[in-house]
């Protein structure tokens, strides 16, 4: 069967990549650290996008393109931003190739080196700044509620597929206002979106909150967070919405005409998630026996199998039964193959990670019954034929909702308060996990920690209340507990 | 008013870049020949896109995602394509920016030179046909029915927005079968779904066919095309098919063990349409006063605009009116500003091609009425308010319709049967549009043609009924009449 998964406990790095192959997801291609998405892992990030667009539109976002291009000196107009971003990236000399003339093949034509590089967009905030001030006259043009969805490259030195690849694809919103209220108001209001989405469509519960000084966008004034535990105690960066103050309209000279007519800077804001949340949808809920997915970004949520083997009568129920499940909007295969035996199926459905399994068989049908099994438990039950199909929508439905609940179990029982340092280490190795301690606020004391334990802030959670302390590696006053974790 | 715009008979070309950045559908960008695609204009393709893919799935087709990057020699692998692809296109040398040593910015950092050169896509053939080697072993994995949506670059030296770009936006379907006839079909089914996507949802008439061997695609052994015809008589290809042969399968060593347990060449097609179709649709409808959108394509259907201003009475009637159109699946904005004139709005609105607009003002109100103004021949007509959601609705099927009506009219009156060469020239010069005229069949008169006229050929129609005549040119005979005009 599907034992071709190395388990967990063994390797868990195996074990995702294992997934990521064996389940049909992604594949390495001919260039370093670039993935080939395969069907079935597009079809789940097509979901999500088709979800995540409709939340941005429905508050007020539109979507635009802007160029894959940046140029060279656009890169260093921010200065933060240039040391963040500009140095690991695809340079862009020349636009021509030309026959070898010494032999086969095709070499860069020399003549034709661009007179200024062209950066592959890592992100897009210097261009499309650029852009925006010529759209932006005066306060009647703001807001602009602009997102794109495009491929971006940046080029990491390792790799791995959805969760740390040199091309990925993901949106970048970035908006304009015009003061700093709707802003900051605008990079809340998509923090919550994005917290949303992974809780009530990826089932992967998140700790909402800021970033540190060092931990925010290059760029950035504020960046807010959502952060994610993966099955191995480490925590995993999901989707970042950042408030860029008035930087980038000063970098790129963006003003506007207030309604008192005097000029005055833009206000801003970015946002992204990438396929990222590929990685951290797999990683969440997926077990030894392969991919689990939430019934809501299943491409295929239910098939059906003939047992043993498709016959006319089986199959005219099993089409009867798929066509009502799509009438209510539910995604079914009907399995129709005639060589593979159904044990051999059903493992490598488990290991596609489908949802529900419904099995017809022969002996079942006389007795008016089909077999429903669920993949999240593994729980198999008898059901009526005639009311499968209300079972099935129940049952999808109950199934996100225990892949959230058993997520937030696991998150709730590898969180840990400590109070001093000894006790961060032990817990940092021996059990993994976010840990709530005590810091004293300063970049060198987080460098410190980070340097001693590999574990980084992960963020200042919204909803950390105030509580005195001490710094669990100074000693100095810290006023709450912020979330520490070694990260992907 | 909107008379902003340079008239089609002044200045065509003019006319349609005055289209593009007054209906706000593009502007240009700080990188040659890349445009930034406006949320209008990125509307309409994405509404485009949505049909489309609707059309790829129902006949089978699963999306994907291949590299942005291709490796140098890949390029070279398939002799054809690469004379055809690899010389105007974009090449990355350097994965490293460094801080000036000399002073401010950043630099290429020479030591962070890649071994081997890549190019940004210009088409996906060879990466794609490279990973489908590691796909393909039996007939059992064939066929593979796979499209992706990607963005692409080929370094053109005169661009327009939306019509020819260097970097645009496209699907690029790349199919793998066990056999020609299959691979065949596949090329002539897409085909089909490009040509019912232009006439049913563009409301743009095309005429169906091969591509002369010159005028292939680099690669295939047979191109099939759709080409329309612009209000300034000029062709534009706006899709094609392309059967593959085995070259790709070839050039990438892609083999199948069939039925039999022998190994044979794997059978490709590719197939594309792009951006380019935006600029069809702005060329093919749109008049002296802007943008005209056929209903299906258009971002918003139905504007209503209280007249004079908004006031509470006026707006609880346009937001009711709103609602119902909205359940019914219409897209519609209400206009609530409060400053500027009906009449400037009126014209704005022309100009942006919504298709109906519905006014709304007290004296008409206080006799049930409202006003109904449809885009394409600016007809107006005052309809009881309560019939006027059904009324609109009818209405929108009538514009789709009248639109590609109209255009077949214009393409009948323009596409002319021609005898001998001096009549080609005159139809030509003087009247522009299809010449249905009798070709010998060889590249050599083809390219003479070409070189004295302008004028290609666009395609071998499909339709073209047998009819024994003398080569336009030469003398030479020809057994059917093929399709030339000068073109996009």
Not at 286 to 303: C, E, I, N, Y
Not at 376 to 387: A, E, L, M, Q, R
Request: glycine fraction near 6%.
């Amino acid at each position: 069967m599907a034992k071709e998964i190395t388990s967990r406990s063994e390797n868990y790095s195996q074990w995702y990549q294992d997934i990521v192959k064996k389940a049909g997801l992604a594949d390495n291609s001919a260039v370093r650290g670039c993935m080939v998405i395969k069907p079935t892992g597009f079809a789940i990030w097509e979901k999500m996008k088709a979800q995540l667009d409709q939340m941005f539109k429905e508050t007020g976002h539109v979507n635009a393109y802007f160029p894959l291009f940046i140029p060279k000196s656009f890169l260093s107009k921010e200065a933060d931003h240039v040391e963040g971003f500009a140095k690991e990236c695809a340079v862009v000399t020349h636009h021509r190739l030309m026959n070898n003339p010494d032999g086969k093949g095709v070499v860069v034509d020399p003549s034709a080196r661009l007179e200024e590089e062209l950066i592959v967009r890592p992100t897009s905030e210097t261009i499309i700044w650029n852009t925006y001030k010529d759209w932006i006259q005066s306060y009647r043009d703001l807001p602009l509620l602009i997102n794109q969805w495009a491929n971006v490259v940046r080029w990491e030195m390792r790799t791995r597929p959805f969760l740390r690849t040199a091309e990925f694809l993901w949106q970048e919103g970035h908006t304009a206002h015009a003061t700093k209220e709707e802003a900051l108001e605008e990079a809340r209001l998509i923090h919550e979106v994005y917290a949303r989405f992974a809780e009530d469509y990826m089932a992967m519960p998140v700790i909402k909150g800021a970033k540190t000084e060092s931990e925010r966008f290059a760029g950035a004034d504020e960046t807010y967070t959502i952060e994610a535990l993966m099955q191995d105690g480490k925590a995993l960066q999901a989707g970042t919405s950042h408030f860029l103050g008035q930087n980038f309209a000063r970098a790129f000279d963006v003003k506007y005409l207030n309604n008192e007519n005097r000029e005055e800077y833009v206000w801003a804001t970015s946002w992204g998630v990438s396929t990222r949340l590929v990685g951290g949808l797999i990683m969440t809920h997926s077990d030894d026996d392969g991919l689990v997915l939430p019934p809501k970004l299943a491409p295929t949520q239910v098939v059906i199998v003939p047992i043993p083997k498709p016959d006319p009568e089986i199959m005219e129920h099993a089409d009867k039964i798929a066509a009502s499940l799509k009438e209510k909007g539910i995604s079914v295969k009907v399995d129709r193959d005639a060589q593979k035996r159904p044990g051999f199926k059903f493992a490598q459905y488990e290991m596609e990670g489908v949802p529900v399994r419904l099995g017809i068989g022969k002996r079942d049908l006389e007795k008016g019954l089909v077999e429903i099994a669920r993949r999240d438990t593994k729980d198999k039950t008898s059901v009526n034929i005639n009311g499968c199909v209300d079972f099935i929508e129940k049952l999808l439905t109950e199934i996100q909702e225990n892949l959230l609940a058993k997520a937030k179990k696991y998150r709730t029982e590898h969180t840990t308060s400590v109070d001093n340092f000894e006790d961060f280490k032990t817990v940092l190795e021996e059990k993994g996990g976010f840990i709530e301690a005590h810091w004293d606020g300063t970049a060198d004391t987080e460098d410190k920690i980070k340097e001693l334990t590999k574990a980084t802030i992960r963020c200042i959670p919204n909803e950390a209340k105030e509580e005195p302390g001490k710094c669990i590696l100074t000693g100095k006053p810290s006023a709450r507990r912020v979330l520490f974790a070694k990260a992907y």
